[in-house]
């Protein structure tokens, strides 16, 4: 949600601007980094029937869209080797390639063999050779674990293809809307619907553990807050006070939830014990606090303020005490959110009108602006730390786009037929 000053405690109820009906997602490369390593993915090998998915395809396409990696097109590969022996280095060599993949995938009843290579094709040395078995429902999964394996061993980081995100879209129903809470993987495909509400849904937060996910729901035309469990469906409902129950955080440790309510006033920070139901009041005053973030060590916690006048983000002991200003450049900086080693701050930054996507390093204090949009907002962490998920609006329509951290490659997750907000990344 975009906080505009002074009208935070309005936009935490109005601000669900036009969302339309979410179909799948379709990826669409939109900035590709000239540095990128060149990697062929072959084609996989097929034996028996393996169903509609190409895994060679989905490994391409999660390299390729991570900003690290250029993949070779199908249709200029010389050759198309699915055993180890019969790879021909100069082939790739040729073609300028640093790295290959070749594959084979080998129906087994109801389960799939699968195995694959890589090799460095400067000096032909086989740096990783691999063995799994998944079901007919798991091949995406499989083809994001394959991803993930490549991706750290080419790069020394831990992959995030094979994780997921949540966000919020709605439909137009009668003279209303239908608003959906999702839940899909990492790339946009199998979405699937958790909650619906003809009211607005909003402020999706994931548990630590991703078992559960906390969020702010208008369903009795006033804001609670719901924590529901994936596994079952089940939700339960933590916040309901008079006025603003919204921007729920869970701690480190899932056993506490940083939420801003106006019960007593101004919006302010509060601390929500969720075993016993008890409140620490974290902020007071007559300024607008809200949208809090936890530290990844649970020390500190970020908010949104405008104390200082204009929205801004500050940092306060966990524990209590005084807050400090973390951000002076710009008229806007808001919905600070962690990178999981805590080293990075993702934040929507405004300046003259357009809001963008910037990342801080927490060390230095020096701000990055990674995007070039007019309206982007509601950034959220790759589990690696490698990219920011955040929701963009171009051309009246919204998008969940995609920027590496050093603002190389974005992507966009685009919906055939409306928009999206409000997207949460897995832990």
């Known amino acids: 949600m975009m906080l ?11 601000s ?3 969302v339309a009906q979410a179909a799948g997602l379709t990826i669409e490369i939109t900035k590709g980094s000239q540095t990128a390593v060149p990697i062929a993915i072959v084609p996989f090998g097929q034996q028996g029937a393996v169903g509609n998915v190409k895994l060679s395809d989905v490994v391409s396409a999660d390299l390729g869209g991570s900003g ?3 993949t070779l097109s199908e249709d200029d590969m010389l050759t198309k080797p699915t055993e180890p022996e019969r790879v021909n280095f100069k082939d790739w060599q040729v073609l300028g390639q640093d790295y290959v993949v070749i594959g084979q995938v080998v129906g087994n009843g109801g389960s799939f063999n699968i195995q694959f290579h890589l090799f460095n094709v400067h000096n032909g040395q086989l740096l990783m050779g691999y063995r799994l078995t998944a079901g007919a429902n798991e091949l995406r999964r499989a083809a994001h674990h394959i991803s993930d394996l490549i991706y750290e061993k080419l790069t020394g980081r831990k992959g995030a293809f094979n994780t997921r995100i949540a966000y919020v879209t709605s439909v137009a129903r009668g003279n209303g809307k239908q608003y959906m809470l999702q839940v899909a993987d990492a790339d946009g495909y199998n979405p699937r619907t958790i909650a619906e ?11 630590p553990d991703g078992s559960k996910i906390a969020y702010v729901s208008f369903h009795t035309k006033r804001s609670e807050i719901f924590i529901q469990t994936l596994a079952t469906g089940q939700r339960e409902s933590v916040s309901s006070y008079p006025g603003i129950n919204g921007a729920p955080a869970f701690s480190p440790d899932g056993s506490r939830l940083a939420i801003t309510l106006s019960k007593d006033g101004s919006p302010d920070i509060y601390v929500l014990n969720l075993s016993g139901r008890s409140l620490t009041r974290m902020t007071s005053g007559l300024s607008i606090d809200t949208e809090p973030t936890w530290s990844p060590d649970g020390s500190s916690i970020v908010f949104t303020s405008d104390q200082g006048g204009k929205p801004q983000l500050y940092i306060m002991p966990a524990s209590g005490g005084k807050a400090s200003r973390l951000t002076f450049q710009g008229d806007y900086n808001a919905r600070g959110r962690f990178s999981a080693d805590g080293r990075s701050l993702a934040m929507v930054t405004g300046s003259g009108g357009d809001y963008r996507i910037a990342v801080m390093d927490m060390a230095s204090r020096t701000v990055n602006v990674l995007t070039e949009g007019r309206l982007d907002e509601s950034p959220s962490f ?11 609006t171009r051309g009246g329509k919204s998008a ?8 190389a490659m974005q992507q966009k997750l685009a919906f055939e037929n409306g928009g999206v907000r409000e997207p949460a990344w897995a832990p």
Request: no cysteine; charged share 10%; aromatic share 8%.
């Open 400 to 407: 969940l786009s995609v920027v590496s951290t050093d603002g």
């Open 4 to 14: 505009i000053p002074r009208i935070l405690v309005v936009g935490l109820l109005a």
């Open 16 to 18: 669900i601007l036009s």
């Open 68 to 70: 690290f990696f250029k």
């Open 382 to 392: 790759a589990p690696n730390g490698s990219m920011v998920l955040f929701a963009a």
């Open 197 to 207: 509400s003809p009211e607005p849904i909003m402020a999706p937060a994931w548990s």
